[in-house]
């Protein structure tokens, strides 16, 4: 976790992620789609700040949840924490050990949350890219490929924090 986003305030991030997506769909939008600059500036920005008013809440939100769960650590031991409730080595400190798998627990009540939704989501969007795909350009294939990997992620991932926090907890009764 970046300290200097973990402190950002929500209108930080419904502008860093508003611009990043709006930019995105900006250069995308003209290198894939026929038009004009002008008309992918005017989708960028639109397409931008829906993006920017949905997700900078979203991601404010989730991450004051993941600093309450790593407790009182310092930005290091808070790093080193948020990096081991996903990979690498188990902390030695029992501190930072249990504030791991606090963090873990919460990435995957969020998961579970948005579990429905997102593999919904996710489902359609393969169908229609598969459409896409079939009807108009093969360059559509790509986007069937992005939509199926999350799809897979998200029945991985769960699993995966689950023997995380098996491991983290597992390691701290020790």
Known sequence: ???????????????????????S???????????????????GVIGGALYGAFMGPFIYRQRRQLSVAA??????????AAR???????PSDQQIR??????AGKQLDSLAR??????????VAIVAY???????TPLWWAAVAFF?????????????LRRRIDLLTADADA
């Open 1 to 23: 976790m970046r300290d200097y986003l973990q402190n950002a305030p929500r209108w930080a991030w419904i502008l860093i992620m508003g611009f990043s997506f709006g930019a």
């Open 25 to 43: 769909m900006t250069v995308l939008g003209r290198l894939f789609i026929s038009g004009s600059w002008a008309a992918s500036v005017v989708g």
């Open 71 to 80: 407790g009182g650590l310092s930005s290091g031991e808070r790093r080193t």
């Open 84 to 90: 081991a409730a996903t990979r690498g080595p188990v």
């Open 98 to 103: 249990l504030a791991a798998a606090r963090i």
């Open 114 to 123: 948005m579990r429905t939704f997102t593999l919904t989501t996710f489902g």
């Open 130 to 136: 598969a459409f896409q795909a079939v009807t108009t």
């Open 148 to 160: 199926g990997a999350m799809f897979v992620m998200q029945l991985w991932w769960p699993r995966r």
